[in-house]
Nanobody, 125 residues
Framework: QVQLVESGGGSVQPGGSLRLSCAAS????????MGWFRQAPGKEREGVTS???????AYADSVKGRFTVSKDNAENTLYLQMNSLEPEDTAMYYC???????????????????WGQGTQVTVSS
C-alpha cells in the first residue's frame, strides 16, 4: 500500500522560506516520477514541480527560480525547497507519485496515481 505523507508546512512572512517533505512508504521514490501540486482556496489544483527517476525536472513559471525540488533516495523522501515566498504561494501543497516509470516530467494531475493528504503553507505579513 502506497502512502505519501507531507510535512513542513506552516506560516511564514513574505520573502521567507520553507522546506516541504514527502515521506513515501510502499513506493520507491528513486524509480518513478514524483511531483508537488498546490491548491489555493477557490482555485483548481495546479502543478508546481515534477522530478523524474532520472532527475529531469519541470517547474511552473510562477515558481521558477524560487522553488527547488529534490529527492533523497536513501531516505525515500521528496523535498520542495521554497524561497522568496509570496502571498500568492499560499495554498495546500500535495505530494504526488506516478504509477509507472517515465523519463518525462509532468505538471498534469492525470499523470499521477498516488497522492498525499497535503500540508498547508500560508504566506502573510
Amino acid at each position: 500500500q502506497v502512502q505519501l505523507v507531507e510535512s513542513g508546512g506552516g506560516s511564514v512572512q513574505p520573502g521567507g522560506s520553507l522546506r516541504l517533505s514527502c515521506a513515501a512508504s510502499g513506493y520507491t521514490v528513486s524509480t518513478k516520477r514524483m511531483g508537488w501540486f498546490r491548491q489555493a482556496p477557490g482555485k483548481e489544483r495546479e502543478g508546481v514541480t515534477s522530478i523524474t527517476a532520472g532527475g529531469n525536472t519541470a517547474y511552473a513559471d510562477s515558481v521558477k527560480g524560487r522553488f527547488t525540488v529534490s529527492k533523497d533516495n536513501a531516505e525515500n523522501t521528496l523535498y520542495l525547497q521554497m524561497n522568496s515566498l509570496e502571498p500568492e504561494d499560499t495554498a495546500m501543497y500535495y505530494c504526488a507519485a506516478s504509477g509507472y516509470r517515465t523519463w518525462v516530467s509532468s505538471l498534469r494531475m492525470n499523470d499521477y496515481t498516488y497522492w498525499g493528504q497535503g500540508t498547508q503553507v500560508t504566506v502573510s505579513s
